[in-house]
């Protein structure tokens, strides 16, 4: 099954969080699935990070590829039909990137992995509990 990380999930991932549910965690270590981080995600990273509203132990340039290579994610880039699918979302959900996540996982059949209630509420496949 194909999985795209949401932000919060991509950095809990990382850390070996326990706010990330033990199932989710064996979907995601599982081989048979293939996992995404997407480039949207590395904007906000880099974007709040910048702003010292995201602590990490390296600078994104260098934090994200290593665990990314780590853990075998594979890239999504951020292409404009994923922007201008974003044009069809109902309003439930201001925040921009997380849109942009709804649309990629929309526009290219991915179940986004996500703890937000209220990007569960979009007609898209989630996995969390």
Not at 24 to 29: E, G
Request: aromatic share 10%; hydrophobic share 40%; net charge negative.
């Amino acid at each position: 099954m194909p999985y795209l990380l949401d932000t919060c999930t991509l950095i809990w991932y990382f850390e070996g969080s326990e706010s990330m549910p033990e199932g989710v965690r064996d979907q995601l270590t599982d081989p048979q699935n293939e996992v995404y981080m997407s480039d949207v995600s590395i904007l906000e990273v880099v974007i709040k990070y910048m702003a010292g509203k995201f602590p990490l132990s390296a600078p994104p340039s260098r934090f994200l590829p290593t665990l990314a290579e780590k853990h075998m994610l594979a890239a999504l880039p951020l292409l404009q039909e994923a922007i201008f699918r974003m044009e069809s979302l109902p309003p439930l959900h201001r925040d921009p990137f997380d849109r942009l996540l709804i649309a990629q996982s929309l526009e290219h059949g991915l179940t986004l992995v996500t703890p937000d209630p209220k990007i569960r509420q979009y007609n898209l496949s989630t996995l969390w509990d």
